[in-house]
C-alpha cells in the first residue's frame, strides 16, 4: 500500500505559490504572510517607542536639570554637542605632573640650565657687542698724560677684520673650515633643544606650584587673573591674610 500511495502521488498537480501579477511586477516579489507579521510587529514596536516618548515629552518638568546640558545645546531643534574647551596641558605636561614631584622637575630644569650654560661658553654666545662697546684702549703720553680718544681709541672689530685680512691663504684649510662649521650647528642645534627643554620644565615647575598654592587652606577662594595656556601658567590673585 504504501508503495501505491508513493506512486499515486506522482501524477498529483504541483501547487505552486501565486506570484505576483504582471502589472504589479515593478513592485517586487508577492508579499507572503510571513512577511506581513514581521513587518506588523517591527511597526507595532516602532509605535510602542513613539508613544512612550510623547507621554514622556508631555509629563517633563520644565525645570528639570540635567549635567550633560552644561556641554550640550540646542541648534535648529536638534541636540549638538558643544566643543570642549582646548587644554592647558600638553600630554608631556600632564605626565610630568602627574607622577613626578616639584622637586624632581626643578632638579631637571637646573641640570638642565647648567648644561645650557656649559654649551653657550663652549660656542661664545655671550654678547660680544656689548662688552667690546664697553671696552676702551688708552694710551697716554711719555709725561703719563692719557692721550684723546681718537688718538688712542680703535675699534675691536676693525682690529679683528685687519688680522684676518693679514692672514696668508694657503693656512686656510676649506675642508676644516667646513668641518668646523657642520660641528658648529650640530652644538647650535643641541643647544636649541636644551633651551627648549629648560622651557617645558619652567613652564611645568610653574604651573605646579600654582596647583600647590590652590591646594592651601584660605579663607577666599583666589581670583583668577589670567588663564593659563600651553606655554604658561595661570595667574591668580589671592586675598591678603594678615600673619598672627
Not at 498529483?12 to 510571513?34: D, T
Request: glycine fraction near 2%.
Amino acid at each position: 500500500m504504501s508503495s501505491w500511495k508513493k506512486a499515486s502521488k506522482a501524477n498529483q498537480k504541483i501547487h505552486r505559490e501565486r506570484h505576483q501579477p504582471e502589472s504589479r511586477a515593478h513592485l517586487g516579489l508577492l508579499e507572503k504572510k510571513k512577511d506581513y507579521i514581521r513587518r506588523a510587529k517591527d511597526f507595532h514596536q516602532k509605535e510602542k517607542v513613539l508613544k512612550k516618548l510623547k507621554r514622556h515629552a508631555l509629563d517633563r518638568n520644565p525645570d528639570e536639570f540635567y549635567y550633560h546640558m552644561i556641554n550640550s545645546k540646542l541648534k535648529d531643534g536638534k541636540h549638538v554637542e558643544k566643543k570642549a574647551p582646548e587644554s592647558e596641558d600638553t600630554k608631556q605636561q600632564m605626565l610630568l605632573m602627574e607622577n613626578k614631584s616639584i622637586n624632581y622637575v626643578n632638579m631637571k630644569r637646573t641640570i638642565e640650565r647648567k648644561k645650557i650654560d656649559r654649551l653657550q661658553a663652549g660656542l661664545h654666545l655671550v654678547d660680544i657687542a656689548s662688552n667690546m662697546s664697553s671696552r676702551r684702549h688708552v694710551k697716554f703720553d711719555a709725561d703719563g698724560n692719557e692721550l684723546p680718544v681718537d688718538e688712542s681709541h680703535e675699534s675691536s672689530s676693525e682690529r679683528q677684520r685687519e688680522q684676518i685680512a693679514k692672514m696668508p691663504l694657503h693656512k686656510i684649510d676649506e675642508k676644516a673650515i667646513e668641518r668646523l662649521h657642520k660641528l658648529k650647528m650640530i652644538e647650535y642645534n643641541k643647544l636649541a633643544r636644551r633651551i627648549d627643554r629648560h622651557k617645558q620644565l619652567s613652564i611645568i615647575q610653574e604651573k605646579m606650584e600654582v596647583q600647590r598654592a590652590l591646594k592651601k587652606p584660605s579663607y577666599e577662594k583666589p581670583k583668577l587673573v589670567k588663564q593659563g595656556t600651553k606655554d604658561e601658567a595661570p595667574i591668580y590673585k589671592w586675598k591678603y591674610e594678615r600673619k598672627r
